[in-house]
Every structure is written in C-alpha cells, then in structure tokens.
C-alpha cells in the first residue's frame, strides 16, 4: 500500500474552535472530565500526548482529510498556527481547561513549546498515515 495515497480516505469539512472545559474544582484541586457528547464532539479512539518538549523546536506541518482531535495544553504552553480556506490564526494554549478543536483538512503547525509542555490530544481515529497530507503544495490544491 502506498501511505502517500490519501485518495480512499473522505474528507471532512475543516473546523477550529476553542472550547472551555467545565472544571470541578474544591479545596482539593482540580478535575477536568473528557466525555464524548459531553464535552468532546467525537467518539474517543486514540489518546496521545507530546512532552519533553524544547523550546525553537516546531512540530506539526501537516493537514488531516478525516481526522478530529482536541488539543489540551495540561502543562506549560504551546502556540497552535492554524490555516484552512482564507483563514490563518495562531491559537495560545497555557490553560489545562481549554481545549482546541481541530476538524478535517487544517493545516497545523506547533510552536513556541516551552520546556517541558505537556499536550494531550484526543483524537477520533486510530493512528493512519493515510490520513495525513504532509505536502503544503497539495493541502493548497485541495483548499481550492
Ligand atoms: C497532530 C499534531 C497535533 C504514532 O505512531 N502514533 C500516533 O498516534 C501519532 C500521533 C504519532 N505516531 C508516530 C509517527 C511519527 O513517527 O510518532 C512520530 C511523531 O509523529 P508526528 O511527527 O506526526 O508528530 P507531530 O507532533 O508533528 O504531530 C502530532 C500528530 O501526528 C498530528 O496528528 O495533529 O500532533
């Protein structure tokens, strides 16, 4: 199978959003649940986080066609570019009780880690190859 061909995989409206997470906190600390339909709008398949980070190392720089994540800043902070159809934004995350929605094909590029962030991310699919668009060239053609 060539894991470049990304032709057999239906794509998805492309989507950004911050959501807020409804956090139960008392004397003790804090807690922050992760639900589908209740504050995650997808069936959970995959759980990954990135950690040890360094600070002038970027990450990302990839589109997906089908794939829905949630981006959660637990730890430090991270600053999130985004671009699809016209639009380019650059999201702060430092706020265990924000998470970012990323739906579909946007372009996504990671950076201004500080030391030792801590990002978790959920996500609606298993881990597949296929499901990346790696060539800026070609996440272009398929915005138009
Ligand atoms: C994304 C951003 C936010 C796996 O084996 N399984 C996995 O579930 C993932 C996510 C990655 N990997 C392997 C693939 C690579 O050999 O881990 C290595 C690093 O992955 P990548 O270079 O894609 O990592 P990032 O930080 O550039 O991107 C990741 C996700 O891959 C991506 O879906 O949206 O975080």
């Keep these: 199978m060539d894991i470049n061909d990304t032709s057999n995989i ?10 807020n997470l409804e956090k139960h906190g008392d004397e003790r ?19 990954y986080y ?11 720089f990839h589109a997906h066609k089908k ?3 949630l981006l959660i800043c637990t730890s430090g902070s991270v600053d ?9 934004q650059t999201y ?5 009780s924000q998470g970012l929605l990323i739906e579909g094909l946007v372009w996504r590029v990671m950076k201004n880690f500080k030391e030792n962030t801590v990002l978790m991310v959920l996500a609606s699919e298993k881990y597949s190859e296929q499901d990346y668009i790696r ?10």
């Design 10 to 19: 239906e794509q998805i409206s492309p989507k950004v959003e911050l959501i």
């Design 29 to 47: 600390g804090s807690l922050i649940a992760l639900e589908p339909d209740i504050n995650v709008p997808f069936d959970i398949k995959r759980v």
């Design 50 to 60: 990135i950690f040890d980070t360094k600070s002038g190392v970027d990450r990302g």
């Design 67 to 69: 794939l829905k994540q």
């Design 80 to 88: 999130i570019d985004v671009e699809y159809g016209t639009t380019k």
């Design 92 to 96: 702060h995350l430092d706020n265990s």
């Design 135 to 144: 060539n800026y060239d070609k996440f272009k053609e398929m915005n138009k």
